[in-house]
């Protein structure tokens, strides 16, 4: 089994409707968890972490965390193309940060 | 703003020939991370740092792969001999204890 589990996609979605990524991970004892996007031929950048349990909003972005199932999810509003991109997971154990091997969007204008 | 710096960003090289990429993390960052990312593939650890020290290497190749931090600030990641396989962006990032690592440019390397 995988640390870190996405579906590899490719996830289409027309452009202003809702995207939903999903992750798993096997670790429970894992702490923190990263969303990063990667556009192609980049490397990753941050979008956002998630410490606790929940919802955590910034702008159009969402991150759910739920550790008692071991999933996290990103939600994007109103996808516009330039969010088309590899979205990767991260998670953080008592030390190492372990990726996913990420979910590939594409928003249709 | 402050950056992860890598160098260089594109390598070119033969199959046996020994190859080294450089990583200057951003200033203050105790941690520092190696990865490797396979085309299609999300990146996988290859070694961690926290300051000089190795706190993560079980996925070094260490038959052909080293990787040094010696003054707990900047960091060589070498491979000698080269192999086809090794094909792959090598990723360099930092991060304050726990906290978000934040990722250089990468280097990509092809192995002719």
């Known amino acids: 089994q995988k640390e870190v589990e996405q579906n590899s996609g490719p996830l289409s979605v027309p452009e202003g409707a809702i995207a939903s990524l999903n992750c798993t991970y096997s670790d429970r004892g894992s702490q923190s968890f990263f969303w990063y996007r990667q556009y192609s031929g980049k490397s990753p950048e941050l979008i956002m972490f998630?410490?606790?349990?929940g919802d955590k909003e910034d702008g159009r972005f969402t991150a759910q965390l739920n550790k008692a199932s071991q999933y996290v999810s990103l939600l994007i509003r109103d996808s516009q193309p330039s969010d088309s991109a590899t979205y990767l997971c991260?998670?953080?154990?008592?030390?190492?940060?372990?990726f996913g091997a990420g979910t590939r969007l594409t928003v249709k204008p | 703003e402050a950056e992860v710096a890598q160098s260089p960003r594109y390598k070119i090289t033969e199959k046996s020939q020994a190859v080294a990429f450089w990583c200057d993390p951003i200033?203050?960052?105790?941690?520092l991370y190696w990865y490797r990312q396979i085309l299609g593939q999300g990146p996988e650890l290859l070694v961690q740092f926290q300051d000089e020290s190795v706190v993560d290497d079980s996925q070094l190749p260490k038959d052909r792969f080293s990787a040094e931090r010696l003054k707990g600030v900047d960091s060589t990641l070498k491979i000698q001999p080269a192999e086809l396989g090794d094909s792959a962006m090598y990723l360099c990032?930092?991060?304050?204890?726990?906290?978000?690592?934040?990722f250089g440019p990468g280097t990509r390397l092809t192995v002719l």
């Open positions: 991260a998670v953080r154990g008592n030390n190492d940060m372990r």
């Open positions: 998630i410490y606790s349990n």
């Open positions: 990032a930092s991060s304050l204890a726990s906290g978000t690592a934040y």
């Open positions: 200033s203050g960052h105790a941690t």
